[in-house]
T-cell receptor, first 115, second 114 residues
Framework: GEDVEQSLFLSVREGDSSVINCTYT??????LYWYKQEPGAGLQLLTY?????DMKQDQRLTVLLNKKDKHLSLRIADTQTGDSAIYFC???????????????FGTGTLLAVQP | EAQVTQNPRYLITVTGKKLTVTCSQN?????MSWYRQDPGLGLRQIYY???????DKGDVPEGYKVSRKEKRNFPLILESPSPNQTSLYFC?????????????FGPGTRLTVL
């Protein structure tokens, strides 16, 4: 199907690690993304991973990609209250022989960080 | 400051009353698109535009129109709004349609149709 799926809600304590999971559908997606949406704001690109990579680390963020299972995860180390937001994964799908692509977004995971 | 702006940020209207949500970007981006965000459904693309005078339907175009007369502006038009168009709308832009280009989002427009 077309859906990119995520669990709807995750609650963690400040200082713990958070892991947000995503399953996608298009095995030909070349890029997979994580976006963060803070309350009342638009989406901001957090990080992305190219499909020939298994892992990407960027400070407190670690992205893991399992292409066989079409599973993407975002790990946030030492989670802070400022990390409370909705997190969307997205996959790129090509149009018109690759001249353009569109992003297919997951349903979003609300991360609540308890002090 | 490089940004995507939308107006209005909040709008309450009644069924059938035509409305326009404006979107503008100051980054000289070619590619612009509109999304709607609904609980449990994520973001779904309504329309996109690869450049001036080039627009095409996204996944949920019914009930919407767009135009791209200038590179910086990409208004979303609801000719006859209905309650099922109550949603949070985002405009986005990126340099081109390539997956290598980062997509920038506006702050959102919350629309309620009574």
């Amino acid at each position: 199907g077309e859906d990119v799926e995520q669990s709807l809600f995750l609650s963690v304590r400040e200082g713990d690690s958070s892991v947000i999971n995503c399953t996608y559908t298009d095995s030909s997606s070349t890029y997979l993304y994580w976006y963060k949406q803070e309350p009342g704001a638009g989406l901001q690109l957090l990080t992305y991973i190219f499909s020939n990579m298994d892992m990407k680390q960027d400070q407190r963020l670690t992205v893991l990609l399992n292409k066989k299972d079409k599973h993407l995860s975002l790990r946030i180390a030492d989670t802070q209250t400022g990390d409370s937001a909705i997190y969307f994964c997205a996959e790129s799908r090509g149009h018109y022989g690759g001249a353009t692509n569109k992003l297919i977004f997951g349903t979003g995971t609300l991360l609540a960080v308890q002090p | 400051e490089a940004q995507v702006t939308q107006n209005p940020r909040y709008l309450i209207t009644v069924t059938g009353k035509k409305l326009t949500v404006t979107c503008s970007q100051n980054m000289n981006h070619e590619y612009m698109s509109w999304y709607r965000q609904d609980p449990g459904l994520g973001l779904r693309q309504i329309y996109y535009s690869m450049n001036v005078e080039v627009t095409d339907k996204g996944d949920v175009p019914e009930g919407y129109k767009v135009s791209r007369k200038e590179k910086r502006n990409f208004p979303l038009i609801l000719e006859s709004p209905s309650p099922n168009q109550t949603s949070l709308y985002f405009c986005a832009s990126r340099l081109t349609g390539s997956q290598f280009d980062e997509q920038f989002f506006g702050p959102g427009t919350r629309l309620t149709v009574l």
